[in-house]
């Protein structure tokens, strides 16, 4: 059982930068394909941006320029980087592992973006 733990959610202003972080259990970190995802209110969950193991990344259309992913395998951790937020970023954001034996998720932590 791999254990996934999000946290840096809050409360930010539009314009504003967060960082969120992404903790994963398990001793080959650095095979699993981490992704992002986040499900605003009454939406379906979406892909935000995913990083696999060997560090490619691919983004949501509607983040690109502004979210960055990455990793560090040293810390079992990966990062999702939010700049120039948008109220539309609102959401709960989920971090995801998949690893050769399953999939898992974290719990999510809340992003809001407000005035």
């Known amino acids: 059982q791999v254990q996934v733990v999000e946290s840096g959610g809050g409360l930010m202003q539009p314009g504003g930068s967060r960082s969120l972080s992404c903790t994963s259990s398990?001793?080959?970190?650095?095979?699993?394909?981490m992704g992002w995802y986040r499900q605003a209110l009454g939406k379906q969950r979406e892909m935000v941006a995913a990083?696999?193991?060997?560090?490619?990344?691919n983004y949501a259309d509607s983040v690109k320029g502004r979210f960055t992913i990455s990793r560090d395998n040293a810390k079992n951790t990966a990062y999702l980087q939010m700049n120039n937020l948008k109220p539309e970023d609102t959401g709960v954001y989920y971090c995801?592992?998949?690893?050769?034996?399953?999939?898992?998720w974290g719990q999510g932590t809340q992003v809001t973006v407000s005035a």
């Open positions: 990083i696999s193991g060997d560090g490619h990344t």
């Open positions: 995801n592992a998949r690893t050769p034996n399953g999939e898992y």
């Open positions: 398990g001793n080959m970190f650095r095979t699993y394909h």
